[in-house]
C-alpha cells in the first residue's frame, strides 16, 4: 500500500469551476448524475458525457490525476459488458420489444441490434458519471465539503461525520502502515506466499490493533468535542462555507435545466425511460 | 429501548467519522482473497458489524454508507450508488444487535454470539439479495439473473467475513471491558 | 481586595462507575479567581479526574459516584450542563492530535464558534483575532499534517480561547513537546495568563519545566487525596516531592547532593529566584571533589551509517547525509526538535523504509538487501505507542507471537518467555489481560515482546513520555541492566534529563541534519546546539553559574558522575 498517495488530490488551480462554491458543485453533481442515471436515452448521456468531459477540460485536470480510477473503472464496465451478455443476451430484446438479427452466435445464441444499443447505451451510462464525480473531487476543496452536505439539508451532525472521516483518514492510514510494519518485524509474513489460513489470521494481527486503538481515539475526540460545545443546538454554522454569487446561480440554474430537458425528453419525446429507434 | 437505539451522542458521531475511515482503509486495501478464484472476503464488514454493535444502527449505517461512497468516489470516481445504499442499509440492520448483546458488560458468549449473528446474516441478506439487486434493476436495468447471482455470492462473502471476523473483533473487546466496581488497587 | 473562590472543592469525593474504591477522595480545594495554579502527582494518582470534574466531562461523559461538593462559580456542577461549563471553563487536552478535529488550522479555531451558531463573517474575523494572539495567523489554512507539535499546541490554545473563557484547564501541555517549545507552550500560557485576568490551572508531570514561569501555588496530589498545597518555594524545600514520587528540580538535587540544606529563603522554588549566598563555596567545594571518570575503552563497532540520505516524497529530504558509528554495548540518545527525523532514522534501520542515498552497516557488512524480518532479528524497535504493537489478550501470548510467527517450538518459546518476562518485572502477570495492565506496563510489554527476539541493538521511541518519575525510574534502570547484559542500546527522547542521566553520547538531529554527536553534557551546555534543535540548556548550567564555576559543562559532566557513582552503575 502507498502511503504517499492523498486521499483526493485536490489541487488549487484557479479556474471558474474552482470557484464555485462546494455547495455548488454538489447539488450540480447530483442533478447531472441524477439525469443519466434516470434516463437510458444514448442521446441524452452522449450530451451529458460530451458536457462533462468539456468541464473536466476547463477545470484544467490532470491526466495523470485521473488514471488510476480511468483503468478501474475500465476494467470494472468492460466485465460488466461481457457478463452481461453471457447472462442475457436477450435482454436488449426484452426491453424494447423487437428483434433486428445481426448475426447467429453458438447455438440459439445470436448478437441483435437491441442488444447492442442495450448495452452500448449502458457503457456509456455508466462512464458518464465519472467524468462528474471527478471534476467534484478534484475541484471541491475537502474543508467545504461537510458544510455543503448541510447545505443541501443533509443533518449537520451526519454531514460532520463524513468531515471527521477525511481528517482522520490519512492518520489511519499511516497508523495502519507503522502497525503493519511492526508486526512484520516480529516475523508476521504478509506475502502471498502464505497460506490462505494463515493470511486471514495475519490480516486480524494487523485490524484488531489499529481498531482497538482506535477505540481510544473515539473516546478522545468526543470528550474534546464535547468541551468544545458540539451539539449542544440544533444548527450550526460553518467557518468554510461561501456564499453563493452570480457564477453560482447560473451554474445551479444550468444543470437543474439539465435535468428536467432529461426527464423532459423520457416524458413527452421517448414516452418512456428508453429511446427506441426500433418502433 | 427502542428510543435508545437511535439515539445520537457525540461519541456515536465520532465513532462513526472513525470508523468510516477505517472502513474506507479496509475496503480499498485489505481484501482476504477466498479461495474462489477473482474474488474476495472484504474484511470492511466485519468492521462495520462490529461498530454497528458498539454504537448503534445509525452509525452502523452511516459507516458503511460514507465508507462505501468515498472509497467508491476514490478509486472510481463516483460513488456506485446502488451497492452504497446496500452497504448502508446492512450496516443499519447489523445494528440492531446494539443493546441485545452483553458485549459492554464484558460478555460474549454463547447466546450473545447467536444473537449477533442472527442480525448479521439478516442483514447481509437484505442488503446483497434484495436492495442491491432491486437498484440495479431500477437504476441500470440490469439483467435479473446476473445481479440475483453476484447478490447472493456477495451475501454469502459478506456473511463469512461479518461472522468471522466481526465475531473475533466482539470476543476481543469483550475481554477488555470491565464491570461494575471490579477494578480494585492490588 | 478580596479575593473571589471560582472553583470550589468541598468534601468532595469521586468514584468511577468501574472501580470499587473511590479516585478522589474528601478533596477540599479552593482557586481562586486570577490564580495560576499547577497540580502534580504520580501517574494514577487522580489528576486527571479532578480536571474532569472541573471541566464537566464528569459526571456528563463518565459515570460514577459524587459526593460533597463543587462549585464553579458558586454554583454546583451537578446543576450545569457540559455546555454551560464550556463557556466557563476551557481545556487543552494531552492528545492535540485527538484535539485537533477540523482539517485546517482555521476550522478547528472556530470549531466552539460554529457550534454557537455564530454568523460566518463574524467568525472570520474572530478566528484572525485570536490567530494573531497565538502567532498562527499566517497559517490558518494548513493541515494537521504540515504543523508541527508546537503548532498544533497553539491552535488547540486557540481554539478555547476563542470562547472567551474565565478558566483555562492544560492537562499535561508538554507531553510529546520538544524542550524548547515546551518552553515556549509555557511562556504562552503565562503571558495569557498575565494579559487577562483568566484563571489557569496546569496538570503536568514536568515540574520543573512547567516553574520556568511564576506559577501560584503548587497542589500535590496522591492516591486521590491532597497532600500539599503550597507556593514553589515551599514546596522544593519539603520532603513531599521525594516521598510522592515526583521529580524535584534537577538543580535542587545538586544542592542536596553537595550537601547544601534548602531553605525557603533562598527561593528555591524557580531557577531564576535562587539565592545561593553562602552556600556558593559549599557547591563548589563538592564538585571540586568529584574524582573524574575514567573513559571507557572502546568497543569494536556495531553499527554504522554513512552519508545517508531519505526523503519520504522524493521532493521533501526528510535525513541527510547522516553519518555515525555505534560501537558495542553503548547506549546513546538520539535527540532534536519536533519533525527532526528521529523516528524515520529508526526506520531506516528496521528496514521499514529503504535509504535513498548511503550504506548502513552491521558489523562492517551492507544490510542493504536484508529483510525487515531479517533485520529484526538484529535490531529492535520498540515504537513510542504501545498500543500499536500489541494484538493479543494475554500478555503471555503477546510476548510469544513473535518467537511463534517464527515457528520455534512451544516448549522452546515457554522458557525464553517466561524469562524475559521475569526480567521485565512482568513475571506475576503472566496470565493477565493486557487491558488491565498501566500505560506504563504495557510499554513494558512491549520492550518484552521484542527483547524474547535477542536484538542485539535496542531502539526505544519515546520510552519514557507521559510516565510518572517512579516508573520513568523503573523502565529506564531495567534498560540499564539490560546494556550491562550487552545490549546497545538507541533512546530517541524529548526528556533532556534522561539523556544527561543515562546516556554519555548523544546525537542532535536538526531538519534532517545530524548537528552534534558528543558528551551528553556539552550538548546541553552549547549554545548553538540547543538553539538549532529546539533543546534547553540545563538548569545545572544556572546553578554552576551562581556558584561562580565558570566552566558549566564539567560542572554538568561531575553531575553525572556523581550520580552514577551514587546509584552504583
Ligand atoms: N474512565 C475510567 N474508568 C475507571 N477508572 C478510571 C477511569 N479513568 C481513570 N480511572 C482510574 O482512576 C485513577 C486515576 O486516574 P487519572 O487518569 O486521574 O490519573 P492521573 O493522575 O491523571 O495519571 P497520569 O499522570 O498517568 O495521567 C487510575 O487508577 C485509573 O485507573
Ligand atoms: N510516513 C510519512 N510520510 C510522509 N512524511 C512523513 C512520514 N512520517 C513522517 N513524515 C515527515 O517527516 C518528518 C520527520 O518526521 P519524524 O517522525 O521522523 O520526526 P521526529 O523527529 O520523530 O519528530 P517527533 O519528535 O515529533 O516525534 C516530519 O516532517 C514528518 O511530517
Ligand atoms: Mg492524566
Ligand atoms: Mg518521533
Redesign the pocket.
Known sequence: MNTKMKLFSYNTVDTPIHQLSGLTKLICFLFLSFAVMYSYDIRVILLIMAFSVYILRVSRVQYSQIRTMVLYVMVFVLTNLVITFLFSPEMGVELYGTRHVITKLVGSISLTWEQVLYQVTKFFKYISVIPLGMIFLLTTNPSEFASSLNGIRVNYKAAFAVSLTLRYFPDIQREYHDISQAQQARGLDLSHKAKFMDRFKNALLIIIPLIFSSLDRIELISNAMDLRGFGKSKTRTWYTCKALNRADYVALILSALIFAGSLAVSAFINHSRFYNPFL | MKKDLFKVTTKTIVATGIGAAIFMLLFMYVKVPSPVPETSFQTAYGLSAFFATLFGPIAGALISFIGHALSDAVQYGSPWWSWVIASGVSGFIFGFAFKRTKVEEGEFKGKDILTFNVIQIIGNLVAWVVVAPVLDILIYQEPVNLVFTQGFTAAIMNIVSAGVIGTLLLVAYAATR?KKGS?A?K | MEKQAIIEFKNFSFQ????SAP?LHDINLTIYKGEKVLIV????????????CINGLIPFA?K?EISGSLAIKGQDTREKSIFELSKIVGTVL?DSDGQFVGLTAGEDIAFALENDNVPHDAMQSRVKQVAEMVEMDQLLNSSPFELSGGQKQRTSLAGVMIDNVEILLF??PLANLDPATGKTAIEIIDDIHKDSDKTVVI?E?RLEDVLHREVSRVIV?ND?RIVADMDAHELVCSNILTETGIREPLYITALKYAGVEVTCDMHPGYIETLEIGSAKGTVKSWFKAIPPETPHSENPCVLQMEAVSFSYDGARPILQDIHFDLHEGEMISLVGKNGAGKSTLSKLLCGFEKVDKGVIRYRGEDIKDKTIKERAEIIGLVMQNPNQMISKALIYDEVALGLRLRGVSEEEIKPRVEKVLKICGLAPFIDWPIAAL??GQKKRVTIASILVLDPKILILDEPTA?Q?YRHYTDIMEFLVELNRLGVTIILITHDMHLMLEYTPRAIVLSGGRMIADTAASFILTNQEVIEKANLKETSLYHLAELAGIPDGTHFVQGFIDYERRLKNR
Not at chain 3, 502527582?41 to 474532569?52: E, Q, R, V, W
Open positions: 470491565t477494578l488497587k | 468511577y462507575y468501574s472501580q479516585t502527582g504520580p501517574s494514577g494518582s487522580g489528576k486527571s479526574t479532578l480536571g474532569h463518565y460514577g494531552q492537562d499535561e496538570i508531570h496530589l486521590g498501566s500505560y507521559g510518572d
